[in-house]
């Protein structure tokens, strides 16, 4: 079974910058979607950034502009720069894989996500 581990979270004030790593246990980049979800407390996790195996990627209105996907497929790791972060960002962090654009849900068990915290 896959397992993830994400890192690179923290408290960072307003206007502020992180970038998030997510290291797959297994060579799996070459053929899912990697993806990245976030969910506050209360919330539901959403999916807000992608990147398929061809390298395309996609983004959440609510991301678009300020962060960037991308992927090392010989590290196993996808990484997410967050740039011109806002208090509404804050939330636990998850990265998983799956199939096309994710319709069907992911296809691992989720990993311990990392807390990024937006507050001055």
């Known amino acids: 079974q896959v397992q993830f581990v994400e890192s690179g979270g923290g408290l960072v004030q307003p206007g502020g910058l992180l970038r998030l790593s997510c290291a797959a246990s297994e060579t799996i980049f070459i053929v899912y979607t990697m993806a990245w979800y976030r969910q506050a407390p209360g919330e539901r996790r959403e999916l807000f950034a992608h990147i398929t195996s061809r390298g395309g990627p996609i983004y959440a209105d609510s991301v678009k502009g300020r962060f960037t996907i991308s992927r090392d497929t010989a590290e196993n790791t996808v990484y997410l720069q967050m740039d011109s972060l806002k208090p509404e960002d804050t939330s636990g962090y998850y990265c998983?894989?799956?199939?096309?654009?994710?319709?069907?849900?992911?296809?691992?068990?989720w990993g311990q996500g990392d807390q990024i915290t937006v507050s001055s």
């Open positions: 998983n894989a799956g199939v096309g654009t994710l319709t069907a849900g992911v296809r691992y068990p």
